[in-house]
């Protein structure tokens, strides 16, 4: 009891200031041996479970970098004499293009190719 109560007091102080991980990190314990520790000792006294604080470590970058997107176009068969591609999804989720929008595909001199959407009327 006197262990649980000890372990409570200790726990009541650093929630004021830190969330559950943080507080586990202080303590040197782990998150799941924490929240057991903590619901055997509020059950045996009978006391209600400490309100920890709403933070998040937030890291501290310079500048946010664009994450690049690397995939491959890859090959999904031929009808024919024509041929069909997977194009990744995530190109038309970053270009904001819906399922059954219009979208218009053009050659651009030898090697490169245009996805478009043409402008609404």
Same mark, same amino acid.
């Given at each position: 009891?006197?262990r649980?109560?000890?372990?409570?007091k200790k726990?009541?102080?650093l929630?004021v200031?830190?969330?559950?991980? $943080?507080t %586990? !990190?202080v303590l &040197?314990i782990?998150?799941?041996?924490?929240? =057991?520790?903590?619901l055997?000792?509020?059950?045996?006294?009978?006391?209600?479970?400490?309100?920890?604080?709403k933070t998040?470590v937030?890291?501290?970058? $310079?500048? %946010? !970098?664009k994450? &690049?997107?690397?995939d491959?176009v890859?090959? =999904?068969?031929?009808?024919?004499?024509?041929?069909?591609v997977i194009?990744?999804?995530?190109i038309?989720?970053?270009l904001g293009?819906?399922?059954?929008?219009?979208?218009?595909?053009?050659?651009?001199?030898?090697?490169?190719?245009?996805?478009?959407?043409?402008?609404?009327?």
């Amino acid at each position: 009891m006197k262990r649980d109560a000890e372990f409570l007091k200790k726990v009541r102080e650093l929630a004021v200031e830190k969330n559950m991980s $943080a507080t %586990a !990190k202080v303590l &040197k314990i782990p998150v799941y041996t924490l929240r =057991a520790r903590l619901l055997r000792a509020t059950i045996n006294l009978g006391e209600i479970p400490p309100q920890f604080a709403k933070t998040r470590v937030v890291k501290k970058v $310079a500048k %946010a !970098k664009k994450r &690049k997107l690397i995939d491959t176009v890859r090959a =999904a068969g031929k009808a024919g004499s024509s041929k069909r591609v997977i194009i990744p999804q995530y190109i038309f989720e970053e270009l904001g293009w819906n399922k059954g929008d219009k979208v218009l595909i053009r050659r651009s001199g030898k090697n490169k190719i245009i996805i478009e959407k043409p402008a609404s009327k």
